[in-house]
T-cell receptor
Framework: AQSVTQPDIHITVSEGASLELRCNYS??????LFWYVQSPGQGLQLLLK??????LVQGIKGFEAEFKRSQSSFNLRKPSVHWSDAAEYFC????????????FGKGTRLSVIA | DAGVIQSPRHEVTEMGQEVTLRCKPI?????LFWYRQTMMRGLELLIY????????DSGMPEDRFSAKMPNASFSTLKIQPSEPRDSAVYFC????????????FGDGTRLSIL
C-alpha cells in the first residue's frame, strides 16, 4: 500500500520569499502524485498532479512540483509567496493499479508574514 | 460547472440527536468519498463508493455511523446517536473512478455536538 509523509507540520515564510514544501511517498512503482491546498473554511482544492512524463509539473496559482524518483519525493515550490498563499497544503499519492483511493499526508500549514 | 455540494454548511446539535449530512457529487463522477477532519487526527477517509456501491467502510469509526448512496447524484452520512467527540468538519469528495483521478472536494459541513 502506498503512503505519504509531509515532514513539516508548520512553515512560516516572508511575503515575496521562495517556498518549498516537502513530500515523500512510499510506493513500489511509479505513483500518481497530487498537491492540494485548503484555505480556512473551505475544502481541498487541487493545485497540480503528476502521472508520467516531464518530472516538473506546473499548477495553478504559480505553484510547481518536481517528481524525483531517486528520492521518492514530490516537493511543492513557489518562487515568490503572496500573503494569500497562507493555507494548509496536502500531498496525496495514488497507486497506479486497482481502485484504491488517494492517500493523503497530514498536511503542512503555511503562514506568511509581512 | 457546479462542484461538490454539501449541506448543511454548519450543524450544531445536542448529544444523542441524529445528524444527517448530505452530498451531491459532480455530475458524471462515479466515485464518492466521505472524510472527517479534526485537528488531532487530520483528514480521515471514512467510506467510499464506486457506482453507488460501498467499497470500503473500514474508516467508519463506529456503528453509530452509516452512509448511503441511493443514486449517482446523492449521498448521506448519518450519525445516530451523536456524541461530542463526533465534532469535526466532514468533507465529501467525488471523482471519476481510477487511481489517477483527482478528487474534487466540497466545502464541508462543520459539525458541533454539544
Amino acid at each position: 500500500a502506498q503512503s505519504v509523509t509531509q515532514p513539516d507540520i508548520h512553515i512560516t515564510v516572508s511575503e515575496g520569499a521562495s517556498l518549498e514544501l516537502r513530500c515523500n511517498y512510499s510506493y513500489g512503482a511509479t505513483p500518481y502524485l497530487f498537491w492540494y491546498v485548503q484555505s480556512p473554511g473551505q475544502g481541498l482544492q487541487l493545485l497540480l498532479k503528476y502521472f508520467s512524463g516531464d518530472t516538473l509539473v506546473q499548477g495553478i496559482k504559480g505553484f510547481e512540483a518536481e517528481f524525483k524518483r531517486s528520492q521518492s519525493s514530490f516537493n511543492l515550490r513557489k518562487p515568490s509567496v503572496h500573503w494569500s498563499d497562507a493555507a494548509e497544503y496536502f500531498c496525496a499519492v495514488g497507486a497506479n493499479s486497482g481502485n484504491t483511493p488517494l492517500v493523503f499526508g497530514k498536511g503542512t500549514r503555511l503562514s506568511v508574514i509581512a | 460547472d457546479a462542484g461538490v455540494i454539501q449541506s448543511p454548511r454548519h450543524e450544531v446539535t445536542e448529544m444523542g440527536q441524529e445528524v444527517t449530512l448530505r452530498c451531491k457529487p459532480i455530475s458524471g463522477h462515479n466515485s464518492l468519498f466521505w472524510y472527517r477532519q479534526t485537528m488531532m487526527r487530520g483528514l480521515e477517509l471514512l467510506i467510499y463508493f464506486n457506482n453507488n456501491v460501498p467499497i470500503d467502510d473500514s474508516g467508519m469509526p463506529e456503528d453509530r455511523f452509516s452512509a448511503k448512496m441511493p443514486n449517482a447524484s446523492f449521498s448521506t452520512l448519518k450519525i445516530q446517536p451523536s456524541e461530542p467527540r463526533d465534532s469535526a468538519v466532514y468533507f465529501c469528495a467525488s471523482s471519476w473512478t481510477g487511481p489517477n483521478q483527482p478528487q474534487h472536494f466540497g466545502d464541508g459541513t462543520r459539525l458541533s455536538i454539544l
